[in-house]
T-cell receptor, first 113, second 111 residues
Framework: GAGVSQTPSNKVTEKGKYVELRCDPISGHTALYWYRQSLGQGPEFLIYFQGTGAADDSGLPNDRFFAVRPEGSVSTLKIQRTERGDSAVYLC???????????FGNGTRLTVT | GEDVEQSLFLSVREGDSSVINCTYTDSSSTYLYWYKQEPGAGLQLLTYIFSNMDMKQDQRLTVLLNKKDKHLSLRIADTQTGDSAIYFCAETLFGFNKFYFGSGTKLNVKP
């Protein structure tokens, strides 16, 4: 079946702009995660959804970052007033339940100029 | 936060075995995972082990877990050039659904 799909694959935006990154998880997976990966680093946890609700958003760096999953499937990560330091690859992953193996998408490479 | 540490680089010759090491600090780990990341791609799950196991073998991959020393290793037998990638170990903790990742080990396989 289809894996985790993320769009766009690349996004270039100017400092101060608003961006939305989309994740379409594997069908039937109830858990959805967003991670951020900077160059040369491992993925850093941002937020975890179980169904429609954010079960843990402790990794969001500040209030410019927000994510939703209104119907318990597709999720959107929203970043307001982007800064150059937000440049990274944003990875989405889903799993059947929390604590079962994560299946990652290919990520969205965000570049803030 | 929880610390998961890996050495940064490993270089081996094609056909040799590779051993990638990982240490972690939290003794309440439930599962430990190995992921592979090729350039421009997301992370691909290779294998995982429950924390009450010592060893797991899956074709060319062998995972060893030493809970006392909080040490995890991934052995790749008969390493091929296609195994060149970055390998991440990760842990989940009892009662939490976050995955904590190391910084990755870049494996270079020379022909």
């Amino acid at each position: 079946g289809a894996g985790v799909s993320q769009t766009p694959s690349n996004k270039v935006t100017e400092k101060g702009k608003y961006v939305e990154l989309r994740c379409d998880p594997i069908s039937g997976h109830t858990a959805l995660y967003w991670y951020r990966q900077s160059l040369g680093q491992g993925p850093e946890f941002l937020i975890y959804f179980q169904g429609t609700g954010a079960a843990d958003d402790s990794g969001l760096p500040n209030d410019r970052f927000f994510a939703v999953r209104p119907e318990g499937s597709v999720s959107t990560l929203k970043i307001q007033r982007t800064e150059r330091g937000d440049s990274a690859v944003y990875l989405c992953a889903s799993s059947e339940t929390g604590n079962s193996p994560l299946h990652f998408g290919n990520g969205t490479r965000l570049t803030v100029t | 936060g929880e610390d998961v540490e890996q050495s940064l680089f490993l270089s081996v010759r094609e056909g040799d075995s590779s051993v990638i090491n990982c240490t972690y600090t939290d003794s309440s780990s439930t599962y430990l995972y190995w992921y592979k990341q090729e350039p421009g791609a997301g992370l691909q799950l290779l294998t995982y082990i429950f924390s009450n196991m010592d060893m797991k073998q899956d074709q060319r991959l062998t995972v060893l877990l030493n809970k006392k020393d909080k040490h995890l290793s991934l052995r790749i037998a008969d390493t091929q050039t296609g195994d060149s990638a970055i390998y991440f170990c990760a842990e989940t903790l009892f009662g939490f659904n976050k995955f904590y990742f190391g910084s990755g080990t870049k494996l270079n396989v020379k022909p």
